[in-house]
């Protein structure tokens, strides 16, 4: 079932576990997250990537939409780190309900003034936002950002930025990177600690490819509700196309299943590091359970139209004149 983002991770946050967020960029991603979810019964996130967005546009988010809708887990569609209004516009379009309006690239007095005016922008359209303060290092679909430019999260410019902008969830920045760590991950979890003890809003941790269960694990305790993969899981996709490259007469379709099988293998692997396996019960959809409602209401309309007419009808009879004879 098609989810809100809002209500994964604050449920997520309130039985202390995280949900997956996965980037896929074609029908092999989608169906990898759909098919790890449903197999062991965990919410989970599509996300879109800018440069996803940029190659599959209008019909790549159609596609998203519609696999949340039909799985039998909740399922919620995301926009990924967007610095740019008109990406964030053509999301809303298409029915995107959650935004990532990623202004951490600017100083922080612009980021506050561009997440502002995009959070403005996505509510007034009935989404929700994410947004990030600190610069997180690393390399990421084609964006580099230097080691000696990573500014981790500042626990009262947190504060500040969430009561300024009304932001959704927050992205925070304590050692992770982006794409591998190539060297032994170091997070501050002292700083984590202060932040959540600081802001009332979920927060998220990019770069949880390659983060080890301890850190995971230590992540969820101090506040973490979303994990964003995207690495292991294009690796996986990766290295099946490479090694298919070795056979003599590969069938496309048989190296799209082989695909999708790899991915899935890294995504289940995760939802069960992230503790969601098996709670996708605790979640309810607002948008099913306002299809529900509209239901309910048709029921009770049409219940309320059949006795009205069984009572004119009861009335009709006990006033009818008796025949004579």
Same mark, same amino acid.
């Given at each position: 079932?098609?989810?809100?983002?809002?209500?994964?991770?604050?449920?997520?946050?309130? &039985? +202390? $576990?995280?949900?997956?967020?996965?980037?896929? $960029?074609?029908?092999?991603?989608?169906?990898?997250?759909?098919?790890?979810?449903?197999?062991?019964?965990?919410?989970?996130?599509?996300?879109?990537?800018?440069?996803?967005?940029? $190659?599959?546009?209008?019909?790549?988010?159609?596609?998203?939409?519609?696999?949340?809708?039909?799985?039998?887990?909740?399922?919620?569609?995301?926009?990924?780190?967007?610095?740019?209004?008109? %990406?964030?516009?053509?999301?809303?379009?298409?029915?995107?309900?959650?935004?990532?309006?990623?202004?951490?690239?600017?100083?922080?007095?612009?980021?506050?003034?561009?997440?502002?005016?995009?959070?403005?922008?996505?509510?007034?359209?009935?989404?929700?936002?994410?947004?990030?303060?600190?610069?997180?290092?690393?390399?990421?679909?084609?964006?580099?950002?230097?080691?000696?430019?990573?500014?981790?999260?500042?626990?009262?410019?947190?504060?500040?930025?969430?009561?300024?902008?009304?932001?959704?969830?927050?992205?925070?920045?304590?050692?992770?990177?982006?794409?591998?760590?190539?060297?032994?991950?170091?997070?501050?979890?002292?700083?984590? +600690?202060?932040?959540?003890?600081?802001?009332?809003?979920?927060?998220?941790?990019?770069?949880?490819s390659g983060l080890p269960e301890s850190m995971?694990?230590?992540?969820?305790?101090?506040?973490?509700?979303?994990?964003?993969? &995207?690495?292991?899981?294009?690796?996986?996709?990766?290295?099946?196309?490479?090694?298919?490259?070795?056979?003599? %007469?590969?069938?496309?379709?048989?190296?799209?299943?082989?695909?999708?099988?790899?991915?899935?293998?890294?995504?289940?692997?995760?939802?069960?590091?992230?503790?969601? +396996?098996?709670? +996708?019960?605790?979640?309810?959809? #607002?948008?099913?359970?306002?299809?529900?409602?509209?239901?309910?209401?048709?029921?009770?309309?049409?219940?309320?139209?059949?006795?009205?007419?069984?009572?004119?009808?009861?009335?009709?009879?006990?006033?009818? #004149?008796?025949?004579?004879?």
């Amino acid at each position: 079932m098609l989810a809100s983002t809002s209500e994964l991770l604050n449920t997520a946050r309130r &039985n +202390a $576990y995280a949900i997956g967020a996965f980037n896929v $960029y074609n029908l092999e991603g989608v169906k990898a997250v759909i098919d790890a979810a449903e197999a062991l019964q965990s919410p989970a996130m599509l996300q879109l990537h800018p440069s996803a967005l940029k $190659y599959g546009k209008s019909p790549l988010v159609a596609l998203c939409m519609e696999a949340a809708r039909k799985s039998s887990v909740p399922i919620a569609v995301h926009l990924d780190h967007s610095t740019s209004e008109k %990406d964030i516009h053509l999301a809303l379009a298409a029915g995107i309900k959650s935004i990532m309006a990623d202004g951490s690239p600017l100083s922080y007095e612009q980021n506050l003034i561009f997440t502002r005016e995009m959070t403005e922008l996505s509510h007034a359209n009935g989404a929700v936002v994410e947004a990030e303060i600190g610069r997180i290092s690393g390399t990421e679909d084609g964006l580099t950002i230097e080691e000696k430019a990573a500014k981790m999260t500042d626990p009262v410019e947190a504060v500040e930025f969430i009561a300024a902008t009304k932001v959704d969830f927050l992205a925070v920045t304590i050692g992770n990177v982006h794409g591998k760590y190539f060297s032994e991950p170091k997070l501050d979890f002292p700083r984590l +600690a202060k932040i959540r003890a600081s802001v009332s809003v979920p927060l998220v941790l990019h770069g949880a490819s390659g983060l080890p269960e301890s850190m995971i694990n230590q992540s969820i305790k101090l506040g973490v509700s979303k994990f964003n993969v &995207n690495t292991e899981v294009r690796d996986a996709y990766m290295d099946v196309l490479k090694t298919s490259n070795s056979l003599s %007469d590969p069938d496309l379709l048989e190296v799209m299943e082989k695909a999708i099988a790899a991915m899935r293998s890294v995504i289940a692997g995760k939802l069960q590091l992230f503790g969601s +396996a098996g709670k +996708a019960y605790l979640h309810q959809s #607002p948008y099913a359970e306002g299809f529900t409602a509209n239901s309910v209401s048709k029921k009770q309309e049409n219940r309320a139209v059949q006795m009205k007419n069984r009572a004119v009808q009861t009335a009709s009879t006990q006033t009818k #004149p008796a025949s004579a004879g």
